[in-house]
């Protein structure tokens, strides 16, 4: 899974600083306090009202901010739980913004808002930052520097607005990974947003898959709440993806193809977390239009604005052109369930995060448990019972001899094995690896190797454990294959069949037949250099001595040659007939251990396939969930 990104909430209001200006206005002077009532008032005797109904009331009260905050904790404590013991099944991305919200004062939760605008048009991003702008815009002021600087960014890199009254301590971007990897942060202040801690992530992103294609609204759902961000990381042009989890999600489209694409789209219950915006000028639709997006004219709503910021006298043209438009939805939906509470309530969107979050953890653990149900049934009702299974394997360790003997004798009779005789050597000492090779590949245990690997799927099939056993890695065509680069290569995964043939057949290609080609070659050399030697003492002897006669000469020549050649024969063909045993040999060697690999397994019997220890996580799991739903019905 890509890295998380945690944005950084904007300033907080301090609750100590309220109390204390709360705590001013109502003080009074003990001196004051002591003083007689003006003249004007009746003098009237005080009653001492019993202490202990407001000692009752503080205790309550101080319980009750105790139990809220007891509750924070304990689901927080439940959520870090679950993160530890369920990663596989909950969203990681999602959990950290969860547990970061709980982990604020109640009521003052940040909240993340994403704006996606779909890259389906040509003009897609460029209505997600003007929708952007005027959700955000203040029509009395004029046109602000953070306006300019979303109108000249280019969303192929993401960008981050914080609306807050003041700017962050450390302006500028944030940085993710390194010190050169950096998103653009905008400031901005507005009126009516300002004191929420809210943040916006502005971005493009693909058009999502359809309902059909999807297959699961879960799916959806977190492609949406949780867009991936490329940081770059270098100057060289790399980038990084990293997930930046939302509480709630914008997708802003454009034209007939924006809309198209909403449509497809699987439908939401409700559009509180996620919600669509497609802008179609001059469509005007009627408030019950049965519409899956708010359509908005985004032309109309800036010409207002542009009236209005440019003479206050506008400001009844500007309300008539920006209800037209009908972005006042969008701005509703944006300020729904966001505004800070002094109760010290949490904020609707992040108990519907957690709410989500344990939604969809169950939903991934059902998901598991009905995988392994299925799997435990499917071996319990299986139809290849051990017995047949053993029936099986005597009926392929009988074939598999068949076809090695059989093979085998057509391969050393053959045609191919025959332009390797003794006095064929001369021109064909470098095919010897070739042919050998050949003869290995297509008739040493073919047919065996595969019904080998049938019968071990049957065993899994069946329940049966059967290895795995180390995959052995292929030679080269000339079985000549360097050593140093099998070091470099990585180890192959391993294999649930036996690879007694394979690796037989490696042995065979990788270490026999090297050396069979080296003596070929050296029976070769020899036999000529023998040759060439006596015929030259011959005609040595011819030249140098007056009686030896050119018959006397012949002979030495021709004893030198018969003798070199009679020795490459004997040589050779017993080198030929030793290579064939050992092939037969260790033919039977390969198929007598395959059959005891599989006659061991099926001595063990059935083993669950599923452990005791992943029962057990999937229960906790089950109960840490039920457990983080019970405290969230409670919590504020």
Not at 51 to 75: G, I, M, W
Not at 131 to 146: C, F, I, N, R, S
Not at 148 to 153: D, I
Not at 480 to 488: A, I, R
Request: glycine letters at 6%; hydrophobic letters at 40%; one cysteine or more.
């Amino acid at each position: 899974m890509p890295p998380r990104i945690s944005l950084r909430p904007i300033g907080r209001r301090s609750s100590l600083c309220l109390r204390t200006r709360a705590a001013e206005r109502s003080s009074v002077c003990f001196f004051c306090s002591l003083s007689s009532r003006p003249s004007g008032e009746p003098d009237r005797r005080p009653r001492r009202k019993p202490q202990t109904p407001r000692r009752f009331a503080s205790t309550a009260s101080a319980s009750s901010d105790q139990r809220v905050v007891n509750h924070r904790k304990e689901l927080e404590d439940i959520l870090l739980e679950l993160q530890k013991h369920a990663a596989n099944y909950v969203n990681l991305s999602r959990l950290q913004l969860a547990l970061n919200g709980l982990r604020q004062s109640p009521g003052d939760e940040s909240i993340r808002v994403a704006a996606l605008g779909l890259t389906s048009g040509s003009e897609s991003g460029q209505t997600a930052k003007q929708v952007l702008k005027l959700l955000l815009a203040d029509p009395l002021k004029g046109e602000e520097e953070w306006e300019r600087e979303v109108e000249q960014h280019d969303l192929a890199t993401p960008m981050i607005i914080r609306v807050g009254p003041d700017p962050p301590q450390e302006l500028g971007s944030i940085s993710v990974a390194t010190k050169g990897s950096l998103l653009h942060e905008v400031h901005v202040s507005s009126a009516t947003l300002n004191g929420h801690n809210l943040e916006l992530l502005l971005m493009e992103t693909t058009p999502f898959l359809s309902a059909q294609e999807l297959r699961a609204l879960e799916g959806f759902e977190e492609s949406v709440l949780v867009p991936t961000v490329d940081i770059p990381t270098s100057d060289t042009g790399r980038y990084t993806p990293i997930t930046t989890p939302v509480h709630k999600a914008l997708i802003v489209a454009d034209g007939i193809l924006g809309a198209a694409s909403i449509v497809s789209m699987p439908t939401l219950e409700s559009d509180k977390v996620i919600a669509a915006a497609v802008n179609l000028p001059e469509y005007k639709p009627t408030d019950d239009s049965p519409l899956p997006f708010t359509p908005i004219d985004v032309g109309t709503a800036s010409l207002g604005l542009g009236l209005v910021r440019k003479d206050l006298k506008n400001a009844i043209e500007f309300e008539h052109l920006w209800f037209q438009s009908n972005m006042p939805k969008l701005v509703e939906w944006l300020k729904a369930d966001i505004m800070a509470s002094s109760e010290g309530t949490t904020k609707p969107p992040v108990k519907e995060l957690i709410a989500s979050l344990l939604i969809h953890t169950t939903a991934a653990i059902e998901s598991e448990k009905a995988r392994r149900l299925g799997s435990s049934l499917s071996s319990t009702t299986s139809l290849t019972p051990v017995k047949s299974l053993q029936n099986s394997l005597d009926d392929w360790a009988e074939s598999a001899h068949s076809e090695l003997q059989e093979q085998l004798e057509l391969a050393f009779s053959s045609k191919r094995w025959r332009k390797l005789g003794w006095w064929k050597l001369f021109w064909r000492v470098d095919d010897v690896g070739m042919l050998t090779n050949d003869i290995l590949s297509q008739r040493f245990l073919p047919n065996s190797e595969r019904s080998a690997i049938f019968l071990a799927g049957r065993m899994k099939e069946a329940g049966v454990t059967l290895g795995p056993f180390p995959n052995p890695t292929i030679a080269n065509g000339n079985g000549t294959g360097s050593k140093q680069l099998e070091s470099m290569t990585p180890d192959p995964a391993p294999v649930p069949w036996p690879v007694n043939i394979p690796a037989t057949r490696r042995y065979l290609q990788t270490e026999t037949i090297p050396a069979l080609q080296a003596l070929a070659q050296k029976l070769t050399l020899q036999t000529l250099s023998t040759s060439g030697l006596t015929s030259a003492l011959g005609v040595l002897i011819y030249l140098s001595t007056l009686t030896t006669t050119l018959y006397e000469a012949g002979t030495v020549a021709a004893l030198g040659i018969v003798w070199s050649l009679r020795r490459m024969q004997k040589k050779w063909e017993a080198a030929r007939t030793f290579w064939e045993g050992e092939v037969r040999e260790e033919g039977r060697k390969a198929v007598r251990g395959v059959e005891t690999e599989i006659a061991e397994a099926l001595k063990q019997g059935r083993t669950p396939k599923d452990g005791v220890e992943d029962q057990e996580e999937l229960a906790r799991a089950q109960s840490l969930v039920e457990r983080a739903q019970e405290i969230l019905s409670k919590l504020r």
